[in-house]
């Protein structure tokens, strides 16, 4: 069985002209995001044994304020430069080429591959994934190889926003 928790940066800094995106910083409602998710997800029972995040601020800075919320203690956190504005397609090479040790595997990355990775692995159209978004979806498979949408279950889509 191999889980999968798929996760938008929180809100940012509107980009700026003369500024490069990849600098941008969460806002204090995004900061406010990733604290809830964090609390969210220390109700789990699901701690990954791997982090995969982009090197960007915005994705950096939600996993800083996500993590002490989770208590997560025995999670490899690896940026991954690949990650950063990454299609569906390369992110579905990222996760098909996983360790097979690993049975829980986040990612945390940015619109619009992440939207389109959770409409790719779920049963239903995903209209939105907004700012702060977590997928969760397990899958009855011994390898990373094997992920397919025929054989996700999705556990949940979360947002900020929902109690």
């Not at 806002?27 to 998710?37: F, H, Y």
């Not at 304020?65 to 504005?85: F, G, M």
């Not at 239903?124 to 949408?149: H, L, R």
Request: proline share 4%; with cysteine; aromatic share 10%.
């Amino acid at each position: 069985m191999k889980k999968l928790l798929i996760m938008r940066h929180a809100k940012t800094e509107s980009a700026e002209i003369f500024r490069s995106d990849f600098v941008r910083n969460l806002t204090p409602n995004g900061v406010s995001q990733a604290l809830k998710q964090g609390k969210f997800l220390s109700l789990l029972s699901f701690e990954p044994q791997k982090i995969l995040v982009s090197p960007s601020n915005r994705t950096i800075q939600t996993l800083e304020n996500l993590l002490p919320e989770t208590q997560w203690e025995n999670s490899i956190v690896e940026v991954k430069d690949n990650l950063y504005h990454c299609n569906v397609s390369n992110l579905l090479k990222i996760i098909n080429t996983a360790d097979d040790e690993i049975s829980n595997f986040m990612l945390i990355g940015h619109n619009f591959g992440m939207l389109e990775l959770v409409q790719h692995f779920s049963n239903e159209y995903i209209e939105k994934f907004s700012t702060g978004s977590m997928a969760m979806f397990e899958f009855d498979v011994a390898n990373w190889s094997e992920v397919e949408p025929e054989n996700a279950n999705q556990i949940y889509l979360k947002t900020p926003l929902d109690d």
